[in-house]
Structures are given as structure tokens and as C-alpha cells.
């Protein structure tokens, strides 16, 4: 858990390579947002930041909402409040279970 995007970028950094499966990435946070966040783990050069799976939390689910959460490189988004039935699809569809 991150308490804002700098701490996540940080976290992720500082994590050996392929240390997280999925990243659920709140994109309403101080300091730096989930997007800005998503940005700098994909440019970050590490290997593992190409392919791990980054996933929007967002109330916000307009279709320009989505859009910005894949062009910032998340690979999809889930709307809060959560549907854990949504939700575990997509932790099964992402993790290839």
C-alpha cells in the first residue's frame, strides 16, 4: 500500500524485478496522481515495468476517463465503488488464472 503516487513509484522501485503481480492504482492521490504514478513505473526502465499489469481505481467512468488510464498505461480500469465479482474477474484474467 502506497498512501500517495510518489510513495507507489518509490515502492515499485525499490522492489526486486517481477516483485508485484498487479498494481491496483487509486488515480485520485496527493503528491503525484495514478496517472502520473502509472507514467513513471512504465519510462522507469526496469524490464518489469513494461508487463506488470496496472489497473485504474477511480470513480470516474466516463469514456475519457478509461482513455486516460490507458494512454497514462494502465491496462484497464475498475470503477469504485468495487463490484468484487468485477473485480476478481479481473485479478483472474490478469494474473492468467
Not at 5 to 31: H, K, W
Request: proline content about 4%; glycine content about 8%; charged content about 20%.
Amino acid at each position: 500500500m502506497a498512501e500517495n503516487g510518489s510513495q507507489a513509484v518509490e515502492r515499485f522501485l525499490a522492489s526486486p524485478e517481477n516483485g508485484y503481480a498487479l498494481i491496483l492504482m487509486d488515480v485520485q492521490m496527493p503528491v503525484m496522481n495514478g496517472y502520473q504514478a502509472t507514467e513513471q513505473i512504465r519510462s522507469s526502465g526496469r524490464t518489469d515495468a513494461a508487463t506488470v499489469p496496472i489497473y485504474a481505481m477511480t470513480a470516474n467512468t466516463f469514456a475519457e476517463d478509461i482513455a486516460r488510464a490507458r494512454s497514462a498505461g494502465m491496462n484497464g480500469h475498475i470503477a469504485k465503488p468495487i463490484d468484487i465479482n468485477a473485480l476478481m474477474q479481473v485479478l483472474r484474467t490478469a494474473l492468467g488464472r
